[in-house]
């Protein structure tokens, strides 16, 4: 009897082995694909003893910018605390990932998969709230956690294999819902990182030009609707426009924890003044109230940012 459940079995793995097999390739791409990356952005290098003093001072340039009478650049002011992050929530791809990996921005919430475009932000459906329920699309979560804040940065994973064009195109998609479905979630627009040298060899859309005009697209769409834009790029960058060697993961692409650093003190450096105090209910969305202190802003003021990357509305 034992020995023709054994065969059963047997029939059984044959009859589905090209099923298993397609199920472990997927685990692989799944859970494989993730390891890889922590495995690129844990290229742990020495911090630097005073990290503030490697960053670049970019100066402020609006005729290069090209901001119109619906932008204007903004002035510095000082670094705001770790509370500024605790009602603000990250959209990306593999690069906002290590927001996820790293304690840098702690508090902050990530939103990001790896492999996402601008042009698919609103049609994949792969964050879970707290790791429960159906899988939602990145304007579906904020809709559902109504941040006091969102930032954005997409563009990386699609800009080698499309237009420019077709990139801010999709971006412009997601814009436009998000302010439908969040209509009080403020918008901050990040641009996308440069990368190494070797990279922009091999891959011409990676190269500082290409990237420039993507991310100066990304300028004209944050100043046509009157949203936030920060310059992350520019604070990663090194003195000829690529991704610095001291905070580049070995792909060229990918940040070390020192590149989120930098990074998290561009944000942080870039805080949005009269911004709302925050609170989590039960089902873990936000809520903000203004504090009882600070006196209503006009919407130049509430929209100021700060610090040694370019940030304007």
Partial sequence: MQHVIKESLTEVFRRHRALLIIS????????????TLMALNRTREP?????????????????MLGANKLGSILQVTEQVGPEYLLDT?????SLTDGLGIYDVFDGARPISTM???????????????NGQGAPLTMVEAVERLQPRKVYI????????????????????????????????????????????????????AFSRENLGRYNAGLVDLAINRGLY????????????????????????IHLTINGYRIW????????????LEYGLDHDGRITYDRPPDLPE?????????????????
Avoid at 24 to 29: D, I, K, T
Avoid at 89 to 93: A, E, K, P, R
Avoid at 155 to 174: F, H, K, M, P, R
Wanted: proline share 8%; glycine share 8%; charged share 20%.
């Fill in 24 to 35: 472990v390739l997927l685990f692989y791409l799944v859970f494989g694909a993730r390891t």
């Fill in 47 to 63: 911090l630097s003893p005073d990290l503030e003093a490697t960053m670049p001072e970019i100066p402020m340039q609006p005729e």
């Fill in 89 to 93: 929530v990250f959209l990306g791809d």
């Fill in 115 to 129: 492999g996402i475009s601008p042009i698919t932000a609103t049609t994949h459906r792969f964050y879970r709230i």
């Fill in 153 to 204: 940065m997409l563009g990386t994973n699609s800009i080698d294999g499309g237009s420019i064009e077709w990139n801010l195109a999709g971006y412009a998609v997601l814009l436009d819902a998000l302010a439908q479905r969040a209509p009080d979630t403020l918008i901050i627009i990040q641009s996308i990182p440069p990368t190494r040298p070797f990279v922009a060899a091999r891959r011409p």
């Fill in 229 to 252: 834009f920060l310059d992350v790029n520019a604070a990663l960058s090194d003195e000829e426009g690529y991704l610095r060697s001291d905070i580049a993961a070995k792909d060229g």
């Fill in 264 to 275: 998290h003190q561009c944000v942080m450096t870039h805080a949005l003044l009269g911004d």
């Fill in 297 to 313: 802003e006009s919407p130049e003021e509430e929209r100021s940012v700060s610090g040694p990357c370019r940030g304007f509305i």
